[in-house]
C-alpha cells in the first residue's frame, strides 16, 4: 500500500550538533507537512511544503521537498535541548480525493545531550 | 492558531464498558476530523475519516462496530469504544480540518485510555 518512511528511527545528538530525518514516499504526493511531538504532548504542525524542490526555513530548522515530490528532509542546525521530541512527516498522497487525509511517517525520536 | 479541545485527558474504565470521547474545533468549522491510534514511541495509526453529516469512512482492520464515530455538527466528532478490553488501551487522538485543500491539520491534546 502506500507508505511514507521516515529515518532513522532514532538519534542521540550532543547539544551543539545538527541532526536531519528524512522522509521518502512510494508515491508522488500533493504535498508534505512536518509535526513536532512532544514526549507526553499532541503533534504540533511546523511547515508545509508544495512545490517541487521547494526549500523553508524557520530559525534553524530547514525543510527541503525534493524534485520528484517522493521526498523531504528535515535538517536542525545546532540542536539545543528544546529540540527533543518526535518529528513526524506527513503526505497527501497526490490525486487524493480524501482532503487532508495524512500518510504518516514512523517519526524520528529526536534526544539531545547537554 | 486553531484549537482543537479532546476529552478526556485520560480514562480508566473496567474490561465491557463502553467510553466516549469528544473532539471540539473551538474557533473554526471542522468540515472534517480524524481519529488516530498511537501506541508507546510508535507513529499515529489513521483509525477513521470524519466527516460532518455523514457516516465516517474506516481504515482497513478498523472494526467500525467497536469504534462508533459520530460527526453530528461541524464542531463535535465523538469516538466511543464499545465494549472496551485490555488491548483496546491506547492514546487516542483526533485532529481536525476545515477542509480546504492542502489544509493542516489541528490536533487535539489526545486521551489516553486504559482498560483493566
Known amino acids: 500500500g502506500q507508505q511514507v518512511m521516515q529515518i532513522p528511527q532514532y538519534q542521540h545528538v550532543q547539544e551543539g550538533e545538527d541532526f536531519t530525518t528524512y522522509c521518502n514516499s512510494s508515491t508522488t504526493l500533493s504535498n508534505i507537512q512536518w509535526y513536532k511531538q512532544r514526549p507526553g504532548g499532541h503533534p504540533v504542525f511546523l511547515i508545509q511544503l508544495v512545490k517541487s524542490g521547494e526549500v523553508k526555513k524557520q530559525k534553524r530548522l530547514t525543510f527541503q521537498f525534493g524534485e520528484a515530490k517522493k521526498n523531504s528532509s528535515l535538517h536542525i542546525t545546532a540542536t539545543q535541548t528544546t529540540d527533543v521530541g518526535t518529528y513526524f512527516c506527513?503526505?497527501?498522497?497526490?490525486?487524493?480525493?480524501?482532503?487532508?487525509?495524512?500518510?504518516f511517517g514512523q517519526g524520528t525520536t529526536l534526544q539531545v545531550k547537554p | 492558531g486553531a484549537v482543537v479541545s479532546q476529552h478526556p485527558s485520560w480514562v480508566i474504565c473496567k474490561s465491557g464498558t463502553s467510553v466516549k470521547i469528544e473532539c471540539r474545533s473551538l474557533?473554526?468549522?471542522?468540515?472534517?476530523m480524524f481519529w488516530y491510534r498511537q501506541f508507546p514511541k510508535q507513529s499515529l495509526m489513521l483509525m477513521a475519516t470524519s466527516n460532518e453529516g455523514s457516516k465516517a469512512t474506516y481504515e482497513q482492520g478498523v472494526e467500525k462496530d467497536k469504534f462508533l464515530i459520530n460527526h453530528a455538527s461541524l464542531t463535535l466528532s465523538t469516538l466511543t469504544v464499545t465494549s472496551a478490553h485490555p488491548e483496546d488501551s491506547s492514546f487516542y487522538i483526533c485532529s481536525a480540518s476545515s477542509g480546504s485543500t492542502n489544509e493542516k491539520l489541528f490536533f487535539g491534546s489526545g486521551t489516553q485510555l486504559s482498560v483493566l
Open positions: 506527513a503526505g497527501i498522497i497526490h490525486g487524493s480525493s480524501n482532503t487532508g487525509k495524512l500518510i
Open positions: 474557533d473554526f468549522q471542522a468540515t472534517t
